[in-house]
């Protein structure tokens, strides 16, 4: 019976929330107990509970209310991670704040020479220069969670996001601590396109045992952007065992991705498993407050006092992309510098003004491509004359972007999806326009799929 309700109430809430959101917060609960007004839901995680209780409290009261449940208190509850998973990994109930264990044993690897291998990290991305707020906060305790205790906690920690969140800068930050902890830690970070090109080259060279070596062998194995595994069977292949030896033998694995694992096409399932069976964290665009705090942070490392109004200004005009945010910044306070002048909102607006011109070269063809891509449904079915509802959301958005971007006529662009009559696309591009304002699915979809045209 509390199952049923529960299940019911999870149904109702997946649709209000973006599906990241949805999985994040709401996946792995459970309805414990509701009685005398009493309900008590159960949680895998603090961070979970705590979120739940500052953002979803009364989204759940009401969705129980529909239930038919009373509900006067909700209380979470840890509960373990065995019971709502079926993997053995150690996510354990709470954060501890305990002094951080050392859990590489210098001894077992004596000929490891931590220099060799610090390259690849960049010491400029720390915890303290990070920038904590709503949208990241989460993944930002997660990592020093981590950080704390590698191999013990979260494993794998996946963070998932937009472009230029702080996706890097926090999967480093972890690296760089566990480092400065432990200088002889092997902590190796790598983006996921060098893995490749060093797999390729490896095949080549024959020396894909020494390859294989070199991280099986790692304490701590960064990886980011690991969507670019996609398709990439080989190397699929190989990442799996080198996840598994470093999994089974507690080192700590840390990846990032633009989307959960489940969604990354022609990702071989085993690995989806492995990828999402620690802690997968969904990283939102900074909210409006943060991205000013990042702006005066950045400001303030340039020895720049910035007014109140120019912060505000560059928050509001760039809204996603810290880094396009912290380009922008820097931008204006080189062009102020060498004129001696105050940095004010009118120069920044002259100024990005001149960036806002589009990409000359941005195609309908591309933005047809790159639409397709994101949704994993081939260019033939976007154009083609399917009508199933996910093909035809993806054609739709496609249609919104070619009108908002392009500002192509509504025959065209029927044209350039290969419909007939224009009024489906003038239909489409309203349907897309109003939903975008309440779905933030939608909305998240436009602006990655944007984010990756104008990258
Ligand atoms: P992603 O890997 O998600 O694409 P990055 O980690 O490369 O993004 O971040 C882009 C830039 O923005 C980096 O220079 C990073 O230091 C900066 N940045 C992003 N988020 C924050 C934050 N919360 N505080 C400080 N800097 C940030
Ligand atoms: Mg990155």
Same mark, same amino acid.
């Given at each position: 019976m509390q199952d049923d309700v529960w299940r019911a109430a999870l149904g109702e809430i997946e649709v209000s929330l973006s599906r990241g959101? %949805?999985?994040?917060? %709401?996946? *792995?609960?459970?309805? +414990? /107990?509701?009685?005398?007004?009493?309900?008590? !839901?159960?949680?895998? =995680?603090? %961070?979970?509970?705590?979120? +739940?209780?500052?953002?979803?409290?009364? +989204? !759940?009261?009401?969705?129980?209310? /529909?239930?038919?449940?009373k509900v006067d208190k909700v209380e979470y509850k840890m509960m373990s991670a065995v019971s709502s998973r079926n993997d053995n990994n150690s996510l354990q109930p709470s954060i501890d704040t305990s002094e951080a264990t050392d859990s590489f044993s210098q001894s077992s690897r004596p000929n490891a020479n931590p220099n060799n291998f610090k390259q690849s990290l960049n010491e400029r991305y720390t915890f303290d220069n990070f920038v904590v707020g709503a949208s990241n906060e989460l993944a930002f305790a997660a990592c020093q969670a981590v950080a704390?205790?590698?191999?013990?906690?979260?494993?794998?920690?996946?963070?998932?996001?937009?472009?230029?969140?702080?996706?890097?800068?926090?999967?480093?930050?972890?690296?760089?601590?566990?480092?400065?902890? =432990?200088?002889?830690?092997?902590?190796?970070?790598?983006?996921?396109?060098?893995?490749?090109r060093e797999f390729v080259q490896a095949l080549r060279g024959r020396t894909a045992a020494t390859f294989a070596n070199n991280y099986r062998s790692a304490d701590v194995l960064i990886v980011d952007d690991v969507q670019f595994l996609a398709g990439k069977d080989k190397i699929q292949e190989e990442f799996f065992h080198t996840f598994n030896t470093l999994h089974q033998a507690d080192k700590q694995i840390i990846? $990032?991705?633009?989307?959960?694992?489940?969604?990354?096409?022609?990702?071989?399932?085993?690995?989806? $498993?492995? %990828?999402?069976?620690?802690?997968? !964290?969904?990283?939102?665009a900074p909210d409006f407050e943060t991205r000013c705090a990042i702006i005066q942070t950045k400001a303030e490392g340039h020895q720049t006092d910035l007014e109140q109004d120019v912060v505000e200004y560059l928050s509001s005009t760039i809204q996603? *992309?810290?880094?396009?945010?912290?380009?922008?910044? *820097?931008?204006?306070?080189?062009?102020?510098?060498?004129?001696?002048?105050?940095?004010?909102?009118? !120069?920044a607006t002259s100024l990005l003004q001149v960036n806002k011109s589009r990409p000359k070269h941005l195609s309908a063809k591309q933005i047809i491509e790159?639409?397709?891509?994101?949704?994993?449904?081939?260019?033939?079915?976007?154009?083609?004359?399917?009508?199933? /509802?996910?093909?035809?959301?993806?054609?739709?958005v496609a249609m919104?972007?070619?009108?908002e971007e392009l500002r192509l006529s509504y025959p065209k662009i029927a044209r350039e999806l290969g419909r007939k009559d224009h009024t489906t696309a003038m239909h489409s591009v309203r349907k897309i326009a109003r939903e975008s304002q309440v779905d933030a699915s939608i909305r998240s979809a436009i602006t990655e799929i944007k984010e990756y045209l104008y990258a």
């Open positions: 959101n %949805f999985v994040t917060w %709401f996946k *792995n609960t459970d309805l +414990l /107990k509701a009685e005398n007004g009493i309900v008590v !839901i159960g949680v895998t =995680n603090v %961070f979970i509970k705590q979120h +739940l209780e500052k953002k979803y409290s009364e +989204l !759940i009261v009401t969705t129980l209310q /529909k239930q038919g449940i704390q205790h590698p191999g013990k906690k979260y494993n794998p920690l996946y963070l998932y996001g937009g472009v230029g969140i702080g996706k890097t800068h926090l999967i480093q930050a972890v690296g760089n601590a566990i480092q400065t902890r =432990n200088p002889d830690a092997k902590v190796l970070y790598i983006a996921t396109e060098q893995f490749v990846m $990032s991705s633009d989307k959960p694992p489940r969604d990354i096409g022609m990702l071989e399932d085993r690995l989806k $498993s492995r %990828f999402a069976g620690g802690m997968s !964290i969904d990283m939102q996603t *992309n810290v880094r396009e945010l912290e380009g922008a910044l *820097n931008q204006l306070l080189a062009w102020c510098d060498v004129r001696g002048l105050i940095p004010t909102v009118a !120069i790159r639409t397709a891509r994101h949704f994993q449904i081939p260019i033939e079915d976007i154009v083609g004359p399917k009508r199933d /509802k996910d093909i035809v959301v993806p054609r739709q919104y972007i070619l009108h």
